[in-house]
């Protein structure tokens, strides 16, 4: 008579059971973080194997993150070790300073503002700069001599600019760069960031923003001008590390100083070409990287051709090994979150049909954490529970907690009136009344508030990868930023037939649990 | 005289504000007697019986059960020893008919050998073959059938009171006179107090020992058959009583 209750602690127990349980054990381990864009990832991979390389220390790649403040709050709370960052990220975005034009001063304030707040150390820059900069088709000079921006000054009012949305808007972008070098185009044309390339090839445009280390820059013919009045913050790269950790393993200072000044832009636009335009995975490129540093201790040069553009099947057969820890992740997460959301929720709707007058504004509060945007509540919880599984699966949760507690109380709120009242009259206790009758009708009810929890808690663990948590939003991430279909599809796919899974078995769980005779 | 079983004394109701489910009413019931509540829809006659077993509280009044006032009784031991039929017979639909025949010697702690017996028993009782209805579910019975376990479900304990919430609605006439035959059949022989209610005039004069008429939440008068149709206390009543499709009230 109450197997709608047993069953669905079992299915709350059934997923406990399947999760891998976490290793969280800490000692001579690093972790390396990084953004989520290439170049990042890239950094990140270079410094991860050259610890491997040249210690006994395990690293612990935590790549993707969602930005800077994730990153950032990450290393501050101590979630992860290391992370690439730039110097002009740092004094503008987290201490929230003006720009300066010069690339030292930059330094020397970030460096001694995060020993001094943080004990956050910024490693000997990489030697090159991942700045703002104007650009300009070599066609379309007309043989000018033209290399620094006071020199397009002159030609600009023949010009079209096509700039991203972001850079017309900011201070040190368009508004900034016209003041101090009295810049004026012929017209300006808002475009998209990925079409600008193509745009100024194609003759639409003239002058376009880019970045100084753009992969594209490296087969495009663009003339790269020089900010000859410094107007652009510098954004030089570096490790970022923290002081604790130096201080455990103080080798690592001099390890990674090995890669002071070892890259220009130049480099650094071939191997971000090779990762952007190329498909190749940042393992790869980073060991090349090293290699050709002779910066590894053996020849461990293992290049592999990544096979990205020969359709999805050969691509996720070569992935397959990844992709099924993916999947284990990403099931591990939405379990344990739809788990905990039973556990939580099944007995807190109990308790609200108990309390009627508590129970629609207690529901209605719990339903607005669903107007939360996803990416935004992941972001809520770094700066309480760090990166990783933790915050994405108290996230995940708070997600499964509303469609269960709704279905839990209207279930057992509006569960056949008539047997209701007959078993009071006939002398039930009210416990009685929910042991016996609430809650076995109410059970295919309760179990329809899973299931639409299952499926949303699936789907939106693939955000998880934004904080570092793995699963199978790692490669949809990936596949967006190198506008890689085959790459997003290898995530997507499985998340999707994960989702219909889990639909069609708690599906089956929701007839089971149905009462006969009903 | 036999005892008083229950007694209502100036009871009103209002569910809300100013809104007069029943106004002053006096009711007596004695111990043995089968009483009849009749009126139309709406009437209050199922809200009345529902004061019996303290599933309603009258707003001013008093009800009292074997002369004692309700409210001073632990309301779920009342309601195990009060048989009820719901006006929906109100079977669990997910329990089967064995199971909500034997419900409430279950809740009064029976063993379990008890309570199969006492089931089969009251089957027979209501004339429905054990072997063969035991197992179903309320859902596998016909309209008939499911209000004979309704009705086998509340004498399952044996108690001394049964109120009855239209038994034998939305039957067929034949269906119905046959259970109304079987019922008189019970009534000599189990000598219960009963409260019966029924909007049906025939059934009512057919079935009960004493007749109360309830109008607008009023009631009208109290007696016999034989009272109310030499003695009818209202134009209402003689309105009710030519709605009767023949004399014969055996
Ligand atoms: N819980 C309630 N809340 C508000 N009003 C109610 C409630 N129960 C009954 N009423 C109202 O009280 C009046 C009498 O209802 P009651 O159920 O006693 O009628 P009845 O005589 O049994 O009718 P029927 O023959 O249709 O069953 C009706 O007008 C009904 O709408
Ligand atoms: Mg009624």
Not at chain 1, 222 to 240: I, K, M, N, T
Request: overall charge negative; aromatic content about 6%.
């Amino acid at each position: 008579m109450t197997r709608g209750l047993h069953s669905v602690c079992l299915v709350a127990l059934v997923f406990f059971v399947l999760l891998p349980s976490p290793a969280f054990s800490q000692e001579d381990r690093i972790v390396v973080g990084s953004k989520n864009f290439m170049e990042s990832k890239l950094l990140a991979e270079i410094f991860a194997q050259l610890i491997e390389a040249r210690t006994d220390l395990a690293v612990e790649r935590r790549l993707g993150l969602a930005g800077t403040q994730v990153c950032f709050e990450a290393l501050r709370t101590g979630a992860i070790d290391l992370y690439p960052e730039y110097t002009g990220t740092g004094l503008v975005s987290i201490l929230q300073q003006p720009p300066t034009g010069d690339a030292r001063t930059a330094l020397n304030v970030v460096r001694a503002e995060f020993l001094k707040r943080w004990d956050l150390w910024w490693l000997s820059p990489l030697g090159f700069e991942n700045a703002y900069a104007l650009a300009i088709p070599r066609s379309r000079t007309d043989g000018a001599p033209l290399r620094t921006i006071s020199d397009l000054v002159k030609i600009a009012p023949s010009l079209t600019g096509g700039f991203g949305y972001e850079f017309i808007n900011r201070p040190d972008g368009l508004p900034g760069l016209e003041t101090r070098y009295g810049l004026t185009f012929q017209r300006v044309q808002a475009m998209q960031q990925s079409l600008k390339y193509q745009a100024a090839a194609a003759g639409e445009i003239d002058v376009l923003d880019v970045y100084t280390t753009d992969g594209r820059l490296a087969v495009y013919d663009f003339v790269v001008l020089e900010d000859d009045r410094q107007f652009f913050p510098p954004y030089e790269a570096s490790g970022l590390i923290r002081g604790s950790t130096l201080a455990e393993h103080p080798e690592l200072g001099s390890i990674l100083g090995l890669l002071a000044n070892a890259f220009d832009a130049g480099t650094m636009r071939q191997l971000n070409y090779r990762l952007q335009e190329g498909g190749e995975s940042p393992e790869v490129v980073a060991r090349d990287t090293l290699s050709a540093l002779h910066l590894l201790t053996g020849d461990e040069a293992v290049t592999q051709p990544v096979p990205h553009r020969d359709g999805l099947l050969a691509y996720a057969w070569s992935k397959r090994t990844t992709l099924m820890r993916r999947t284990i992740e990403h099931l591990s997460l939405a379990g344990l979150a739809l788990g905990l959301g039973i556990l939580v929720a099944v007995p807190l709707g109990l308790l609200l049909e108990r309390h009627h007058t508590v129970a629609e504004p207690v529901i209605r509060g719990i339903g607005l954490t669903q107007t939360i945007p996803s990416i935004a509540l992941l972001a809520f919880m770094i700066p309480v529970f760090g990166i990783g599984m933790l915050p994405a699966v108290i996230a995940l949760w708070i997600y499964s907690l509303f469609p269960i507690v709704r279905n839990t109380y209207s279930g057992l709120r509006d569960a056949a009136p008539q047997a209701v009242d007959a078993a009071r009259a006939l002398g039930m206790t009210e416990w009685q009344i929910l042991h016996w009758v609430r809650l076995p009708l109410a059970a295919p009810v309760i179990m329809a508030g899973v299931r639409t929890a299952g499926v949303i808690t699936v789907g939106t663990t693939t955000l998880a990868a934004f904080i570092g948590a793995g699963g199978l939003g790692v490669p949809i991430v990936a596949g967006l930023q190198m506008a890689n279909t085959t790459v997003i599809l290898s995530g997507a796919l499985p998340s999707a037939a994960l989702a219909l899974m889990i639909d069609g078995f708690l599906g089956r769980v929701e007839t089971w649990v149905r009462p006969r005779g009903v | 005289m036999n005892p008083s079983a229950l007694s209502i004394r100036d009871v009103s109701k209002e569910f809300s504000p100013g809104v007069r489910v029943l106004t002053h009413v006096d009711l007596e019931v004695v111990q043995g007697e089968t009483l009849i509540l009749i009126g139309e829809s709406g009437s209050g006659k199922t809200t009345l019986l529902r004061m019996f077993n303290g599933l309603t509280h009258p707003s001013s009044g008093e009800v009292c059960i074997h002369g004692e006032p309700i409210q001073v009784k632990d309301p779920i031991d009342l309601r195990r020893h009060v048989g009820y039929v719901q006006q929906d017979a109100g079977l669990l639909p997910h329990w089967t008919v064995e199971e909500n025949v034997g419900l409430v010697a279950l809740l009064l702690g029976w063993e379990p050998e008890r309570r199969t017996s006492r089931v089969h028993e009251l089957l027979d009782l209501v004339q429905l073959d054990p072997q063969q209805f035991r197992a179903r579910y309320p859902i596998e019975l016909s309209g008939g059938q499911r209000q004979r376990v309704a009705f086998a479900r509340a004498l399952a304990a044996d108690p001394a009171i049964v109120l009855l919430d239209e038994p034998f609605g939305a039957l067929d006439a034949i269906t119905r006179h046959e259970l109304q035959r079987q019922f008189l059949g019970l009534k000599q022989r189990l000598k219960k107090t009963m409260v019966m209610v029924t909007h049906d005039v025939d059934e009512a004069l057919r079935l009960g020992d004493r007749i109360a008429v309830l109008k607008d939440g009023h009631l009208l008068q109290t007696g016999t058959a034989t009272d109310l149709l030499n003695a009818p206390a209202h134009d209402y009543i003689v309105q009710l009583l030519r709605h009767r499709s023949h004399g014969d009230h055996s």
